[in-house]
């Protein structure tokens, strides 16, 4: 007769279902029996691991091998036994013993804080002498008293003694907190732990994988904050963060509330010391106020000023404010006074006479005639002349023989009256003063981006740079730097734009100040274009805490405050960020538009409409691109409320873009988001023949009858719809959701009656609108399907093949990548072309690839951090350069229209970009290729060649891409093969 205690062997062996381990471990619950029997079988186990460990393993029958794997030392899986002692508390009955001997040290080797309590009694921060590594976990204490916690299941003391009894275990401590984490519905003290093993990972990797692991500690502490504020250890951890990410009010904001809040002395007095560090961020700011009190009163005052400005001619704006008193003087013995001033500053960029020269050159003009003109110029610098007089001056000085004063006024005037650029370009290109070159190609690429021809700008921009870097023009370069961040953004070109916006900024940091806050609003804004909201509110945060009551910069914060929290679909923050940018005074920039017209959808004002009405009569557009964004906006926020008015409008906005030159970003912009506000209004009137009908007007073709299935997202809503086998209609709208989809992933989207609608059919069109195109698992293996992205595929010529086949690629040393192999299979009769080792560099396969029929990429894949998009890995070129974009493919022509093997790690993954498909894939379609096939994963370097060349085969034989690509997935899929990677190869068509 059978006991309810029969199944605890196979409970403990992990051999039970599911079902089967949940219904004994009910019984487990009051069952002390077969709680008492359970401790003993894994101690047993347990000490068969030690014995394994010290003496190696031993040859025992076959039947006789232990068979328990849930203590296994790796703690990769967790069986269904971990999960229900946890779930249940069983192993609360022995949780709180402390072992005394992972504690009993006078220091801590953590400067982070664990939550627990033991391990969280203060100690002094042990000194690491610099070069030499911390003392093992070992010298601390042995692996018994680790097994001891394990086998007990103390897993906070065991994960508070990989992070802080030793040496830091990340790894381990990652393995632990995140099981915990999956297996407890909310534990702030299992996030804060999370966050500290990521936090201490980051401090021991390079930066670039480091960012990784400080993001995601910051947002494990802010979870955490977020619902309790009072968690000390969370916010003591999150001002180390905020310090080494070179957030410094941030980090001190953090420590100014522990001090206040901390119960423990000692811990308040370390917080207070760690602030009282930090501070040297308040003294650059006071020194940055003093030299910049000083230019102002060497303006003003001219010679009694001079020797207070020497003291600052390191500061980089004095050279700024230098050129504007010389031209405010009005006697030549005075300009001669500034001949000290002149040569420092000229040292300061390594040498040269540049202003010593000017010095002189101004000192010998006519001041009969100067010294007028010169005292209206101190005039104009002092605010003493009124706007309406302005103009009028300007043409005065533009009209005299002064041409210093003039380039002055000009200089100092533009902001205001843009029509006088051409003007400052010409007098700026040959001039003997870098400083003034440099200004003049920021001015003339600030033109080309209000015409919206970035590249043109991005070029002129990368001059300025180059010469002011070659001149140590420390000033001008941190505005270029700046500029060059923003145009990199508008052509989504994430990483780039990153990397302008830290350079500015650590070259703002030298001494100002006031771009400090620019630069970081800039970084904000290349995070929040790469959807990291984590990073994006820190570096936004840091820069509000530097605003300091400057209105323009508060509003700006707080709009890209809103656009984050509309990425986090936290939409209340959104309407309070909102509301905090309209209570500053100022109207909202068609930025703080773009994000109110979101978050009034479902929080609506009264004052909303006002706001939209004003920032669109302030800013009614340039270009055609920009007028039909204005209509775009306007549309967007009406169709909610008046749905004929709003599509109108959209409409309109969607042929003005179309009428826009393809060059013209802003364009594209608004005729995407027109598209996405005209198919969730069909939506939502259940209208959704009127949805697909959009989809396909969008991309230009007519939508199939049957067979197809369309999605796409917008903020907190989302749709599909799909036409089934026998044309059937199927649709899932939801008007609110919590959560985003997958980044990577689509699994599990597609309802089931509507995966069986669409199983009949040989094969599905996919309509899949950014950012969602580009991510496998949308279908089930045994489904055929394609993204389709054009109405029919274009044909190679009849005639001469050629297969061009990148691999065995020699890669730049530092990147320490192996050569990938591969066996092209090549058609009969075709002309195989193939550029490997260092002939592969981008500029020769982007050469090459022009006269291709068909194409084998088999190369590295990488994911560029900052787009989340794929580039490929190559040779370097004489320039250095060894990666290729999509970009630069994009820009290709091929006429052979070929078909594209991405042989390379997720190559398919796109960017996060919601007016077009930016991916490798579609790059290549862009450029004429009529299929293009890719992964969404890793894909082995072996079977690659075997698995794409067979679907070539496959389609050589007459079968579709979609269909042949199924075809070979199943027949590897019943060979036994790797099927992760299999099922992430998608097609583009």
Known sequence: MSSPCDPLQSFADGELSPADAQAFGKHLAGCERCQAELTRLLQLEQLGKRYLERHGPVEVPWHAVPRNRWLAASAAVVSVAAVLLLALGLTGKSVSRVEPALWARQQRTLEARVTYPEADTYRSLAQIPMGSAPTSNVNGFSHAVMGQLEERGDLPQLAAAYLAGGAPDTARAKVLLKRMRSERKWDANVLCDLGVAHYVAARSQEVSSAMAEFREALHLFNEVLRREPGHVQARWNRALVFRDLGLPLSAMADLESLERTEPDERWRNEARAKRERLSGALQRKERWQKADAAGGELIARGVPALSQALLYADVPLMRRDFYHAVRARTSAAEVREFLPLARKLDESVGGGTVLAEYVQRIAARDFSVRAPLAAQYAQLMNGQVEARDEEALLQKFLASREDDLALGALTYLIQHRPQYASKLVERTRAHPDPWFRVLGLQVEASREQEQERYTRAQKLLEEALDLCKREQLVYRCIDVENDLSHVFGWLFQVSDAERHARAGLALARLAQWDRERVLLQTLGNAARLAADVTLGRAYFGEALLMSEGDSKSARNIHQNLAHLAIQALELDDARAELDQAMAVGLPLTWHGIEALVDVARTRRSPRDAAAVEQALALEPGNTLGQQAYAK?????????????????????????????????????????????????????????????????????????????????????????????????????????????????????????????????????????????????????????????????????????????????????????????????????????????????????????????????????????????????????????????????????????????????????????ALHEHGSLPNAFLTAGARTVLAATQPIPNEDASDFFGSVRERIRAGASPSIATRDERLEWLRGGKDSDWINGVLVFE
């Open 632 to 912: 775009f906006l306007q549309g967007r926020f009406l169709v909610e409320v008046d749905a004929i008015k709003g599509r109108a409008l959209l409409e309109e906005a969607i042929h003005e873009a179309d009428s826009a030159s393809p060059d013209d970003v802003t364009a594209r912009h608004a005729r995407a988001y027109s598209y996405t506000s005209l198919i969730f209004a069909a939506a939502a009137k259940s209208d959704f023949a009127a949805a697909l009908g959009l989809f396909g007007s969008e991309l230009g073709l007519a939508v199939p009858a049957r067979c197809v299935l369309a999605l796409t997202e917008d903020t907190e809503r989302s749709l599909l719809v799909a036409r089934g086998s026998e044309g059937q209609w199927m649709s899932k709208y939801a008007p609110v959701r919590g959560e985003r989809f997958e980044p990577t992933s689509l699994a599990g989207v597609v309802p089931q009656d509507m995966v069986e609608a669409l199983r009949p059919c040989a094969s599905v069109d996919v309509l899949a609108r950014p950012p969602l195109q580009g991510r496998a698992g949308l279908l089930p293996p045994e489904f055929a399907w394609r993204y389709r992205t054009r109405s029919t595929s274009p044909q190679p010529p009849q005639g001469l093949s050629v297969h061009v086949v990148v691999s065995e690629v020699r890669y730049d040393e530092q990147r320490s990548q192996l050569s990938l192999t591969w066996s092209p299979h090549v058609a009969p009769g075709a002309s195989l072309r193939t550029l490997r080792d260092l002939d592969a560099t981008p500029n020769r396969v982007l050469a090459a690839l022009q006269e291709a029929t068909e194409i084998d990429l088999a190369t590295h894949g990488q994911i560029d951090p900052g787009s989340n998009t794929a580039y490929l890995l190559l040779a370097p070129g004489s320039d250095g350069s060894d990666e290729l974009y999509e970009d630069r493919i994009r820009k290709l022509k091929l006429p052979s229209a070929p078909l594209v093997v991405l042989a390379a790690c997720e190559a398919a993954r796109g960017t996060s």
